[in-house]
């Protein structure tokens, strides 16, 4: 149960990444809200996911990791935004480190 709640706080935060983007610096009003609500649903749902024993390192390798990648991903496919070489390596790295982390044990 607590990586279901860690997976929408995820979700919930790769949204509020988005809308911040969107919000063109808070002028936008209605994605303004969207931020907001976001990022407060994710820290509920990161509480939830931290209060039914999950590893507060584990948590937040996989938040930023997974998070990260999603957010590169929305940026070049929806937001124009370009990728090379360097950008993709490094993504690769968080990735890989999430689940070195994971299989270390963390997760458990």
Known sequence: M?????????AAEI??????????GFAHKG?????????AAA?????????LQMEVGTAYAVW????TAA??????????ETINLVK??????IIGG???LNLAGGAH
Do not use: E, H, R
């Open 98 to 100: 999430v689940v070195v």
């Open 31 to 39: 994605w303004s809200v969207l931020v907001v609500a976001g990022y």
């Open 2 to 10: 607590a990586w279901l709640f860690l997976a929408g706080a995820i």
């Open 43 to 51: 820290f509920l749902l990161l509480g939830q996911a931290l209060k």
């Open 64 to 67: 930023s990791g997974v998070g």
């Open 71 to 80: 957010i590169a991903a929305i940026g070049v496919l929806f937001l124009g």
């Open 88 to 93: 993709a390596a490094g993504i690769a790295l």
């Open 15 to 24: 949204m509020a990444t988005t809308a911040l983007k969107l919000s063109d």
